[in-house]
């Protein structure tokens, strides 16, 4: 099925006539090439990524690489920035730099591109691997609709039109707009040969874009650098703090040792889960290959139970590892936790193997890791936590941290993994269902529901969900500071899904835990900020007002209180 056609008829004229010469002489190309190749579109996408993708990149250099995430992506993926992961790493990009970004129009861009009804991203990432079936040949209407794609795209980079683009040469400074010849200017002396700047037509924003951006004189083109081959670039990058410390985290990482404490000190302790530890011993008895799955509501305990997991298993029989996934992190790269794993399953061994991490030898080394374990004697509890996080590969491998649980294993290595409600149990032998709390553990909620005692056990749930956040909710870090993460936002508004009793009394629960948690937050705020606890008690007093119930045609619109504390408790940092 064909795209609709673009609304913006004149997309052609505007692109020859104002956007960068490159993207512009490129398009050209593509329209005038009667021998057309389906690698001549994908090439065309791979330089329309790498523009949009290095001005948001120097945009984000710019305002000192804050994000340790978005900084471990790029440091993993720079060796190797296939279009896949350009688009991943700018898609997370553009989101951190929102509004505060030099060119703030990367956000309408970022919409568009990834999550319009035309669904761009989509049928790009389809394109790439249809084209990897080389034995089938293009069909026109393919590749009608592969040229309708690269029009959709350049409708969501129409913004460049507002802007101009000027490169420094041996002979000068050069606007660099269309198809046309290039202008030279007596602006912007101060760049070097090289150099290219962006600014808006009344130029009062401007913006150089190099190193990431370069004019390559010789050959009149651009060249797109990044930190692994240029210097200069490098340099700009590791000069700030964050950048450097990410650098050596993801050394741990990518070796196999990577640093989990700040996972495990930021999991809250919780009450003891009714049923749990028996229904655990019961499937740890049981003969045969163990892999047991534990599901539950956003902020119930998931994470504090593998971090905690010694409580429910008998430690003198088994050694756990542990291993924590999370949303868009490079920790779900299969790559990076086989590493991990066979590193940990092999520090068992007596002795144990020499390690080799090159080719074959690697391979080798894991079959003859597993084989030595199976004969060891001794067991392992792999623990994963948050797994539905490794459902889909990474950009540039094929197989997902999901698939990779399906795999053989000896009977000595069992697998507890937790997830959201609504994982997929396929490769599991066993799913816990976990209960955050019982109603004798919370006395007051007795009368929160009056004389309707059938949703105890429901507003239990939502209230050990609720408090599991909070502490999650004052360690997460935001986007922007000090704005609410967005993890915290959907998995709270999820949970809040989840348990759709009587309204009025799922507001009773929530005011009735924002009163019980004060003197904890008052607490958690002076430990996170050095505040005195009067002043403390001052900014919780503050956000009184986000702790309400607003209504809206007669629908209640919850506001997120426990992000609210997390977003206070930042602004004082």
Same mark, same amino acid.
Not at 192 to 198: L, T
Not at 512 to 527: F, G
């Given at each position: 099925?064909l795209l609709?056609?673009s609304?913006g008829?004149?997309l052609q004229? #505007? !692109? %020859?006539s104002? /956007?960068?010469?490159?993207?512009a002489?490129g398009y050209?190309?593509?329209?005038?090439?009667r021998n057309?190749?389906?690698?001549?579109?994908l090439d065309y @996408?791979?330089?329309i990524s790498?523009?949009?993708?290095?001005?948001?990149?120097a945009?984000?250099v710019?305002?000192? !690489?804050?994000?340790?995430?978005i900084?471990?992506?790029l440091?993993?993926?720079i #060796?190797a *920035?296939?279009?896949?992961?350009?688009?991943?790493?700018?898609?997370?990009?553009i989101? @951190?730099l929102?509004?505060?970004?030099?060119?703030?129009?990367?956000?309408?861009? #970022?919409?568009n591109?990834y999550?319009?009804?035309?669904?761009i /991203?989509e049928?790009i990432?389809?394109?790439?691997?249809r084209?990897t079936l080389?034995?089938?040949?293009?069909? &026109?209407?393919?590749?009608?609709?592969?040229?309708?794609?690269v029009?959709?795209?350049?409708?969501?980079?129409d913004?460049l039109?507002?802007?101009?683009f000027? +490169?420094?040469?041996?002979?000068?400074?050069?606007?660099?707009?269309?198809?046309?010849?290039?202008?030279?200017?007596?602006e912007?002396?101060f760049?070097?040969?090289?150099?290219i700047?962006m600014t808006s037509?009344?130029?009062k924003?401007?913006?150089?874009v190099?190193?990431?951006?370069?004019y390559?004189?010789?050959?009149?083109?651009?060249r797109?650098?990044n930190?692994n081959?240029?210097r200069?670039?490098?340099? *700009?990058? *590791?000069?700030n703090?964050t950048?450097?410390?990410?650098?050596?985290? @993801?050394?741990?990482?990518?070796?196999g040792?990577?640093d /989990?404490?700040?996972?495990?000190?930021?999991a809250?302790e919780?009450?003891?889960?009714?049923?749990?530890k028996?229904?655990?011993?019961?499937?740890?008895?049981r003969?045969g290959?163990?892999?047991?799955?534990v599901?539950?509501?956003?902020?119930?305990g998931?994470?504090? %139970?593998i971090?905690?997991?010694? &409580?429910f298993?008998?430690?003198?029989k088994?050694?756990?590892?542990r291993?924590?996934?999370e949303?868009?992190h490079?920790?779900?790269?299969?790559g990076?936790?086989? #590493? /991990?794993?066979? &590193?940990k399953?092999?520090?068992?061994?007596?002795?144990?193997?020499p390690?080799? *991490?090159?080719?074959?030898?690697?391979?080798?080394?894991k079959?003859? !890791?597993?084989?030595?374990?199976?004969?060891?004697?001794?067991n392992v509890?792999?623990?994963?936590?948050?797994?539905?996080c490794?459902i889909?590969?990474v950009?540039?491998?094929?197989?997902?941290?999901?698939?990779?649980?399906?795999m053989s294993?000896p009977?000595?290595?069992?697998i507890i993994a937790t997830?959201?409600?609504g994982? +997929?149990?396929? +490769?599991?032998?066993?799913t816990?269902?976990l209960k955050? +709390?019982?109603?004798?553990?919370?006395?007051s909620?007795?009368g929160?529901l009056?004389a309707?005692?059938?949703?105890l056990?429901?507003v239990?749930?939502?209230?050990?969900?609720?408090r599991?956040?909070?502490?999650?909710?004052?360690t997460?870090?935001g986007?922007?500071h000090p704005?609410i993460?967005e993890?915290?936002?959907?998995?709270?508004s999820?949970?809040l899904n989840?348990?759709?009793?009587? %309204?009025?009394?799922?507001?009773? !629960?929530?005011?009735?835990?924002?009163a019980e948690?004060?003197?904890?937050l008052?607490k958690?705020?002076c430990?996170?900020?050095? %505040?005195?606890?009067?002043?403390?008690?001052?900014?919780?007093s503050?956000?009184q007002?986000i702790?309400?119930i &607003?209504?809206?045609?007669?629908d209640?619109c919850?506001e997120?209180?426990?992000?609210?504390?997390?977003?206070?408790v930042?602004?004082?940092?």
């Amino acid at each position: 099925m064909l795209l609709k056609k673009s609304a913006g008829g004149d997309l052609q004229t #505007r !692109v %020859l006539s104002s /956007f960068p010469s490159p993207l512009a002489t490129g398009y050209k190309k593509l329209k005038e090439n009667r021998n057309l190749k389906i690698q001549d579109i994908l090439d065309y @996408f791979d330089l329309i990524s790498g523009f949009a993708g290095n001005i948001a990149l120097a945009d984000y250099v710019q305002q000192g !690489v804050p994000s340790e995430k978005i900084n471990l992506k790029l440091t993993a993926y720079i #060796r190797a *920035m296939s279009m896949d992961r350009w688009l991943e790493v700018l898609k997370q990009l553009i989101q @951190f730099l929102g509004k505060k970004a030099v060119i703030p129009e990367l956000g309408e861009f #970022r919409k568009n591109f990834y999550y319009s009804e035309h669904e761009i /991203f989509e049928k790009i990432q389809k394109l790439k691997i249809r084209s990897t079936l080389t034995e089938i040949p293009f069909d &026109k209407d393919e590749m009608e609709e592969a040229t309708e794609l690269v029009d959709f795209t350049l409708e969501c980079l129409d913004f460049l039109c507002n802007y101009q683009f000027f +490169c420094c040469t041996e002979k000068g400074v050069f606007l660099i707009k269309g198809t046309g010849e290039k202008k030279k200017t007596s602006e912007f002396s101060f760049l070097k040969p090289g150099e290219i700047i962006m600014t808006s037509l009344d130029k009062k924003k401007k913006f150089v874009v190099s190193p990431f951006i370069t004019y390559l004189e010789p050959t009149d083109s651009i060249r797109f650098t990044n930190f692994n081959t240029d210097r200069e670039t490098y340099q *700009m990058f *590791m000069k700030n703090p964050t950048a450097v410390k990410s650098v050596k985290e @993801f050394q741990n990482i990518s070796g196999g040792s990577p640093d /989990f404490s700040s996972y495990e000190s930021q999991a809250p302790e919780h009450p003891s889960f009714a049923g749990f530890k028996e229904e655990l011993e019961e499937e740890l008895t049981r003969q045969g290959s163990k892999r047991i799955l534990v599901t539950g509501p956003p902020g119930c305990g998931k994470t504090m %139970l593998i971090t905690r997991l010694e &409580k429910f298993v008998n430690p003198a029989k088994y050694t756990i590892i542990r291993y924590y996934l999370e949303e868009d992190h490079i920790l779900a790269s299969t790559g990076f936790f086989t #590493r /991990f794993f066979y &590193k940990k399953l092999n520090s068992l061994l007596e002795p144990p193997l020499p390690i080799d *991490m090159k080719g074959t030898g690697w391979q080798k080394f894991k079959k003859q !890791v597993l084989t030595d374990f199976a004969k060891s004697g001794k067991n392992v509890i792999l623990a994963i936590d948050s797994a539905d996080c490794g459902i889909k590969p990474v950009p540039g491998e094929k197989v997902a941290i999901c698939d990779y649980l399906k795999m053989s294993l000896p009977s000595n290595i069992v697998i507890i993994a937790t997830a959201r409600s609504g994982f +997929c149990t396929n +490769c599991f032998t066993k799913t816990i269902r976990l209960k955050p +709390c019982s109603t004798g553990e919370i006395p007051s909620l007795a009368g929160v529901l009056d004389a309707d005692k059938s949703k105890l056990d429901a507003v239990g749930n939502l209230y050990g969900g609720l408090r599991g956040f909070i502490n999650k909710a004052l360690t997460a870090a935001g986007p922007r500071h000090p704005e609410i993460p967005e993890i915290i936002k959907t998995g709270f508004s999820d949970l809040l899904n989840e348990y759709k009793f009587h %309204l009025p009394a799922r507001e009773k !629960v929530i005011r009735m835990l924002a009163a019980e948690q004060k003197p904890v937050l008052v607490k958690t705020i002076c430990e996170k900020t050095g %505040l005195p606890v009067s002043a403390a008690a001052s900014v919780l007093s503050r956000i009184q007002p986000i702790l309400s119930i &607003k209504w809206q045609n007669e629908d209640p619109c919850f506001e997120l209180f426990i992000p609210a504390f997390a977003q206070y408790v930042r602004s004082l940092k």
